[in-house]
Nanobody, 115 residues
């Protein structure tokens, strides 16, 4: 059974930091592209950051220089370090894994940036 379980979401003040984690089981993590998506209230889900198996990463423009995705293939974990958080970063953040044309999703973790 495939499971992606996110953690680390919280209420944080503008300018603060959070580290999200996703633990994967039931997939071949080493060959998976691991992604973090987010969905803000009333908006479509958007891709925030991705990590491909060779270690390369990419980010949506709005988080470049503030967010960092990292993966630990030995522990089947992917993290999203989020710095300089702003109210517009408020969203449910989802972990996603995909390979061979199949995609799996976690249930999400809520990040709220507010004073």
């Amino acid at each position: 059974q495939v499971r992606l379980v996110e953690s680390g979401g919280d209420l944080v003040q503008p300018g603060g930091s959070l580290r999200l984690s996703c633990v994967a089981s039931g997939i071949n993590f080493k060959i998976a592209t691991m992604n973090w998506y987010r969905q803000a209230p009333g908006k479509e889900r958007e891709l925030v950051a991705l990590s491909i198996p060779d270690g390369a990463t990419n980010y949506t423009d709005s988080v470049k220089g503030r967010f960092t995705i990292s993966r630990n293939n030995a522990w089947n974990r992917v993290h999203l370090q989020m710095n300089s958080l702003q109210p517009e970063d408020t969203a449910v953040y989802y972990c996603n894994a995909n390979y061979y044309g199949t995609s799996w999703w976690g249930k999400g973790t809520l990040v709220t940036v507010s004073s």
